[in-house]
C-alpha cells in the first residue's frame, strides 16, 4: 500500500511538471538571437546556439517583423537564409 500510494503521488507530481513544461510561454527578446548576427549578415552557417535560439523565438518571430527597427534585420535574405537552414519556417504574418 505504501508503494503504490508513493507511485501514485510520484505519477501527479510527473504528469504536473510535464504540463507545466508545455504551458511555459516564450519571452519575446530579440537580443536573444545575438548568436545569429555573424551567420545573417555574412556566408558563415549558424551555430547550434544560433538554431536553437531561432526556435526557441520562432512564436515572436511575426512580432519582430512588425517592429520598424527590427523588421529589416529579421526580413533580410540573410535572416531568411539562417531560419532555412535551421530548419525554421519563415513566418508568413
Known sequence: MKTASKFAVLTV?????AEAHISVA?????????PCLGAITSNSAPSRLCCSRIREQKPCLCTYLK?????NYVNSPGAKKVARTCGVPYPKC
Open 67 to 71: 517592429n520598424p527597427t527590427l523588421r
Open 26 to 34: 516564450v519571452t519575446c527578446s530579440a537580443i536573444r538571437l545575438s
Open 13 to 17: 507530481l510527473v504528469l504536473l511538471l
